[in-house]
């Protein structure tokens, strides 16, 4: 079993910066994709941005140029620097993280509120 702890949510004003840790523990021997989703009242989970083992990311073109993901892969462990913060960034932001053990299993974390006030 694998679980995904989020931590740095909270409330902002416009045109401010949150940063949003992941972290894994338990039956890891790598991980491969970690990113992360968030969904806003009312609408459907979106990706955020996405990471690979090797470094390479994808962004959601809201985020493009305001968030940046990065990883630590010997804390397993991944961030989502954001800033600019718009009002429509506000939801429930969640961590996924593709874990290879025996075979690929799919996680996520519980979720962490991000509110962002005008």
């Known amino acids: 079993q694998v679980q995904l702890v989020e931590s740095g949510g909270g409330l902002v004003q416009a045109g401010g910066s949150l940063r949003l840790s992941c972290a894994a523990s338990?039956?890891?021997?790598?991980?491969?994709?970690m990113a992360w989703y968030r969904q806003a009242p009312g609408k459907q989970r979106e990706l955020v941005a996405a990471i690979t083992s090797g470094g390479s990311t994808n962004y959601a073109d809201s985020v493009k140029g305001r968030f940046t993901i990065s990883r630590d892969n010997a804390e397993n462990t991944v961030f989502l620097q954001m800033n600019s913060l718009k009002p429509e960034d506000t939801a429930v932001y969640y961590c996924n993280a593709m874990v290879v053990y025996t075979t690929t299993y799919n996680y996520w974390g519980q979720g962490t509120q991000v509110t962002v006030s005008s």
């Open positions: 338990g039956r890891i021997f790598s991980i491969n994709r």
